[in-house]
């Protein structure tokens, strides 16, 4: 079992960064393959980036790639997901998930645990 809670989403002008970050609880933080998606009013969710228990294979989804970076810190047991040059349209609640039964978190089948998602507003 593994909890997570998302923080730092926020209003940011076009062009801006944010940090977010995602904290999980209970023990094998290590073993879990990490990753971000959101999802826009109307639309589904969708894969935004995914890291694996080392830190060493990330993978990013086509319109995050270049601007958007995935990382962890299995000591503190936390998530980031560091975007910068932001658009209106990465506006959406950004959610944490984790899972283990699979080496990436690109697809929803593969996630076992969700955070309760966190706003990100891109403002024109």
């Known amino acids: 079992q593994v909890q997570l809670v998302e923080s730092g989403g926020d209003l940011v002008q076009a062009g801006g960064s944010l940090r977010l970050s995602c904290a999980a609880s209970?023990?094998?933080?290590?073993?879990?393959?990490m990753g971000w998606f959101r999802q826009a009013p109307g639309k589904d969710r969708e894969f935004v980036a995914t890291i694996n228990w080392s830190g060493a294979d990330t993978r990013y989804g086509d319109s995050v790639k270049g601007r958007f970076t995935i990382s962890r810190d299995n000591a503190k047991n936390t998530v980031y997901l560091q975007m910068n040059s932001l658009k209106p349209e990465d506006t959406a609640v950004y959610y944490c998930?984790?899972?283990?039964?699979?080496?990436?978190?690109?697809?929803?089948?593969?996630?076992?645990?969700w955070g309760q998602g966190t706003q990100v507003t891109v403002s024109s």
């Open positions: 998930a984790a899972g283990r039964s699979a080496a990436t978190l690109r697809r929803l089948v593969d996630v076992g645990y």
């Open positions: 209970g023990r094998s933080f290590s073993m879990y393959t």
